[in-house]
């Protein structure tokens, strides 16, 4: 196998290829809500498709077929896609092909698992939210609304706040995002980035310093809007903060 970033068009992502037979692609956090790989030199070849828990191991999860001849739309992950993933595409065609092997059963809830809080106001039932930085194109940390921040989370350098859509939600086909006083931009394409990104490679950004901000979004879908919410974080002094934030760690999954 190869190293074939050049075959998805997200730019945040490891891939590795046996060009034709087999693509296996990790996805940092914020990246697997939209995957599209390029399969145009292989017209009338199928591929299965499945998805790989990293966080929590497990069996490969099935998710359909793709047919060569262009750059294939393979969707995001199966939950949680703002979070790392691995993408498996293999050749149908090859000896001991896995296409008869059933999507597995999910493993049963050890406990009863009470119905979900309702959203609170200000909160989005559409958008995971994450900051990163612009230059590197890492994402630092995941937000919501009443979020306070360690300053030093944010890095001291030019960062951004981008949104992809939940598992659940219906398809999202625009995004607008405002911080007043910082920048207002509308998103078409997964991530929706406040200043802005191709394919995921982050443009501008800002510091973000200590104070209190807010955070509108307008999400529309295919019959029209489907909310338009407002939540607030802080960004505080390091010291007046308990160390309870998760940062994203680099992780290079073919050197496991």
Request: net charge negative.
């Amino acid at each position: 196998m190869r190293d074939a970033d050049a075959v998805t068009l997200n730019t945040g992502d490891f891939v590795m290829a046996k060009d034709g037979d087999y693509y296996v692609s990790y996805l940092d956090y914020g990246q697997a809500g939209d995957v599209r790989l390029d399969l145009s030199g292989h017209a009338g070849e199928r591929y299965d498709v499945f998805w790989y828990n990293p966080r929590t191991g497990g069996p490969l999860l099935h998710a359909g077929t793709a047919d060569g001849g262009s750059t294939v739309q393979l969707g995001g992950a199966p939950a949680d896609p703002g979070k790392d993933w691995v993408l498996f595409v293999r050749n149908t065609a090859l000896p001991d092909s896995p296409d008869s092997i059933p999507a597995p059963e999910p493993p049963p809830a050890p406990d009863p698992v009470p119905d979900p809080e309702p959203v609170p106001d200000g909160g989005s039932q559409y958008l995971d939210l994450f900051f990163a930085r612009t230059d590197t194109d890492q994402t630092l940390l995941g937000f919501g609304d009443g979020s306070q921040i360690a300053a030093s989370d944010l890095d001291d350098g030019p960062v951004t706040i981008y949104a992809v859509a939940k598992a659940s939600a219906p398809t999202v086909t625009s995004v607008t995002l405002s911080v007043p006083g910082v920048n207002t931009q509308t998103e078409k394409v997964s991530p929706y980035a406040l200043f802005g990104d191709t394919n995921g490679d982050f443009k501008g950004g800002t510091s973000f310093g200590v104070g209190d901000y807010d955070l509108s979004l307008q999400v529309n879908g295919t019959g029209g809007v489907l909310e338009t919410v407002t939540l607030s974080f802080s960004v505080v002094e390091d010291s007046l903060l308990a160390d309870t934030s998760t940062i994203v760690q680099d992780w290079d999954p073919f050197l496991v």
